[in-house]
């Protein structure tokens, strides 16, 4: 009835790939502060660089998850992982300075309780379910970390929740020369930021469909690792694209348009690199051709 | 009166942008054969039946189209922020969505089919050429409805949820609705044709999907002919419904019985659906008859 | 959406140790909030809410792939995406009641029942296909009578499937899972917006009406988020597909009601911390 599920054996080991996802994710994070240190938005663009790692990493652990065969499909872990990722991400953006570390230790914490729930209390009895559900929560909330800093050039929670500034004038008491005075007040607004506009869901679900989609797409018996993790960064290109044209609403002109020339350059390139390896690995690469028969009965 | 009859005229515009969005998303997934069906379409190399027929590889239609649905709305809300005239930024944001969607589309295919390499499958890459500009064509129309829709909601009957978030909610809903009614009619009634009408397929008949068409080699186009004309509209009035009647009994009954009419009217629409459902499964039941009495019962 | 079948190699019955683990954690979580200061009425709404989203999704019939094909019962798409589908469209008119009422029981009612407008629409449209454009008569594979219509279904299953179509049980279940994750979705959603709305104006030194559209922006995230965790958690309990509350599978219900509300209980605790003033 089925697809048969492999997990491809890659060059690169799962540990391999979790470090650099890690380690990149949270470097480029951490980079957009850049633009709080140099008064300039234009390091934006490393948020969604290092968005695309959490996700490169991501692919991977879901194809482990997903060879145990869970009944719902590879999306519906996807969906698990952005759903807790966002719980995590939004409340680790509190803690100022150390907001990512802060999300990626949350993350963990819930991934770890859902893959308890999910393995112990409903009996799934699958032996990587907690370890990869933790992983994969870790991955929602950097990568949506990572795309909310890409997209208002911060990732604490004020810049987030806070669109602009609107100045209300209130009529004080006249002065002593009768001379009109007025109290003016700074007001934040909140319906314009990305959390308060719920943009943040756009985010959610770019990434949620983005982290299922590579090995979702690659799935089946000639499956090979470097082409579902080149897919996985064409995705994480694309998601970003959408993130950079977004930005516009909240960065200046400049950096902004950095935002969508660097993820353009890296969807191009990284899109035709899959195309690619799927010419190498696919059975034959036809154009107008009819059907080959090989031997089903009609 | 006056907001009332301002909302009815909404409510009505937005059943009517739901209706086509239902049946262009159905129309869309059928040609580009996404969702549950399509696990057919890539059982048929396996069990030796190899095919011209897209395997769009997305995940299932309820999350790709709230996908889809939400990165127009959210496009569309950043640039209103920047001042761009609503229509020209709903547009905007639709374009971008399709743009998503034509790019994942085209993964999905060569991912899948390339990954088929045992079973002899080949990559036929003027499917993608030839196909991608209808679905996308299809997709749009589906996106840019729904979230014209979403943003009437907003701004006309003043839902409390921004933009973006009701592009997800009505695109979670259209692709569930479109998915529920149209699937087993492309599923089942399009691609085995060749099993017999007024049946399930039986199992051993899986993976044995028809591949050729009256003249030449079927192409997806033709599903998408076949489909338009029941699985389409069907699934256009399933959305529509439930987007209009779910704001009809909102707008006009919400303020009577102290808060609680559109409760009450919300209750026995349901209650009306059940007895329609129940008289369409009795119907089915005594026109077509047991299977063990008559084996040739339906026609 | 389950291109790929296989069985899940989970097994039946309660694991005492994992639920008792559970439950902990449940208590922790509880105690873990009272102990920050806040008010535990709000976490309670979340874990209730959770659990109803849980238990809904067993209700709801779907078949996945083998349905499109009318090889098997039930609507022919993924439990969870469909499950969200119906409990987001409550979401949205629970959401709308409390904008216009400001009354919690309209709230929840209307969330009710527009998760069950939403499911009775689309099931019934389900049936039409199937006996309209397809002509196949509803039968269930699981059960040899519909419990509520007294209907046999044996001789109405079509040779070398395990039936097709929406039975009226099935199509029951639907309805009342539709309003069953209507209602949790909407209380998780309102036990949240009571949080926010009266922290974030405290923590943000705003005043309420301005931070208002955050705090139901804020909700409605969570909402979906809690909404997604607790139907993907159902839909590996039943593993992909059920026929509806007379398929066997529904037994398992309890441990997904326990792992949700487990679930719910802490990541209602972690959604809190928005409103912990942390001083940065």
């Known amino acids: 009835m089925s697809v048969k599920m492999e997990a491809s054996a890659g060059k690169l080991s799962e540990n391999t790939l979790m470090i650099y996802g890690i380690v990149v994710a949270l470097v480029g994070t951490y980079l957009t502060y850049l633009n709080a240190v140099t008064g300039i938005a234009v390091f934006s663009f490393f948020g969604g660089i290092g968005a695309i790692a959490a996700l490169w990493w991501g692919s991977d652990t879901i194809k482990h998850l997903c060879s145990y065969g869970l009944g719902t499909g590879v999306p519906s872990a996807g969906m698990v992982a952005f759903g807790a990722g966002a719980i995590a991400m939004i409340a680790g953006t509190k803690f100022g300075l150390a907001s990512p570390i802060v999300t990626l230790v949350l993350a963990a914490i819930i991934g770890a309780v859902i893959g308890y729930c999910a393995n112990n209390i409903i009996n799934m009895n699958i032996p990587v379910m907690i370890f990869s559900l933790m992983k994969l929560s870790i991955v929602g909330a950097l990568t949506m970390l990572g795309f909310a800093a890409m997209c208002t050039g911060t990732f604490m929670f004020n810049g987030l929740v806070i669109g602009g500034m609107t100045l209300s004038m209130e009529p004080a008491e006249a002065a002593a020369g009768g001379a009109q005075t007025f109290m003016v007040t700074v007001l934040p607004e909140f319906a314009s930021s990305l959390i308060g506009g719920a943009a943040l869901t756009v985010i959610f679900f770019l990434g949620a469909i983005a982290l299922q989609h590579p090995f979702n797409a690659c799935l089946g018996p000639n499956e090979s690792q470097d082409r579902t993790l080149m897919l996985a960064i064409e995705v994480g290109f694309l998601s970003m694209f959408v993130v950079a044209v977004m930005s516009y609403a909240f960065l200046d002109i400049i950096s902004a348009t950095v935002g969508v020339v660097v993820s353009l350059i890296g969807w191009v390139y990284s899109y035709k690199q899959y195309i690619a390896l799927s010419k190498r690995d696919a059975y034959a690469w036809l154009d107008a051709k009819p059907i080959i028969e090989v031997g089903g009965n009609e | 009166m006056e907001e009332i009859v301002l909302g009815i005229g909404i409510t009505a515009l937005a059943g009517a942008f739901a209706t086509v969005a239902g049946a262009a998303e159905d129309t869309e997934s059928d040609i580009g054969s996404q969702g549950d069906p399509n696990s057919q379409v890539q059982l048929a190399p396996q069990m030796g039946y190899i095919h011209r027929i897209f395997n769009k590889a997305i995940s299932g239609e309820p999350p790709a189209y709230g996908a889809w649905c939400a990165i127009g709305a959210g496009v569309a809300w950043a640039l209103m922020r920047i001042n761009f005239n609503p229509a020209l930024a709903i547009i905007l944001g639709s374009v971008i969505a399709v743009f998503v969607q034509g790019v994942y589309c085209t993964s999905g295919y060569l991912g899948r089919t390339a990954s088929l390499a045992k079973f002899q499958q080949p990559v036929y890459i003027d499917i993608i050429k030839s196909l991608l500009s209808v679905t996308m064509a299809h997709a749009f129309v589906a996106i840019f409805c729904t979230v014209a829709m979403c943003h009437l909601m907003a701004t006309a009957l003043h839902h409390p949820f921004a933009l973006p978030l009701l592009g997800l909610v009505w695109g979670i809903a259209l692709g569930a609705a479109g998915s529920a009614t149209g699937n087993p009619f492309y599923g089942k009634e399009r691609q085995y044709q060749n099993q017999k009408f007024g049946a399930g397929v039986p199992i051993s008949a899986s993976g044995n999907i028809v591949r050729y068409a009256e003249a030449g080699q079927r192409s997806s186009l033709d599903n998408g002919w076949f489909t338009t004309k029941f699985a389409g509209p069907a699934s256009g009035i399933c959305f529509g419904l439930i987007v209009f009647l779910e704001l009809w009994r909102t707008v006009l009954f919400e303020k009577t019985v102290a808060g609680w009419g559109a409760i009450i009217v919300g209750v026995i629409l349901i209650l009306i659906f059940t007895f329609i459902d129940r008289w369409i499964e009795v119907w089915g039941r005594k026109t077509y008859g047991p299977y063990t009495a008559a084996e040739e019962a339906s026609s | ?280």
Not at chain 3, 4 to 33: K, M, Y
Not at chain 3, 78 to 96: D, N, T
Not at chain 3, 118 to 131: G, K
Request: hydrophobic fraction near 55%; charged fraction near 5%.
């Open chain 3, 1 to 280: 959406m389950s291109a790929l079948g296989g069985a899940a190699a989970g097994g039946e019955g309660i694991n005492p140790t994992g639920t008792l683990v559970g439950i902990v954690i449940l208590l922790v979580s509880i105690a873990a909030t009272y102990a920050l200061g806040f008010s535990i009425i709000p976490l309670i709404g979340i874990i209730i809410g959770g659990a109803l989203v849980g238990f809904g999704v067993h209700f709801v019939p779907v078949g996945g792939a083998p349905a499109a094909m009318g090889q098997a019962p039930g609507i022919a798409t993924g439990v969870a995406m469909l499950a969200a589908g119906a409990g987001l469209a409550g979401l949205f008119g629970g959401a709308w009641a409390f904008e216009a009422t400001g009354d919690f029981a309209i709230a929840v009612a209307g969330g009710a029942v527009g998760g069950g407008l939403m499911m009775s629409i689309t099931c019934m449209m389900v049936n039409a296909t199937y006996v309209f454009a397809m002509g196949i008569p509803a039968a269930s594979g699981k059960v040899a009578k519909d419990p509520i219509t007294g209907d046999t279904f044996p001789e109405y299953k079509s040779q070398g499937t395990e039936g097709h179509g929406l039975p009226f049980i099935s199509f029951f279940g639907g309805v009342i899972g539709g309003i069953v994750t209507g209602l949790g979705g909407t209380l998780i959603y309102l036990a949240l917006l009571g949080i926010y709305e009266t922290g974030l104006p405290v923590i943000m030194q705003a005043e309420t009406a301005a931070i208002q559209p955050l705090a139901i922006s804020l909700a409605g995230i969570f909402a979906i988020g809690f909404f997604l965790v607790n139907a993907v958690l159902a839909a590996y309990n039943i593993t992909g597909t059920i026929e509806g509350p007379h398929d066997p599978k529904f037994k398992r219900v309890p441990r997904a009601i326990i792992g949700c509300a487990v679930a719910s209980a802490f990541c209602g605790l972690i959604s809190m911390l928005i409103v912990l003033n942390t001083g940065m």
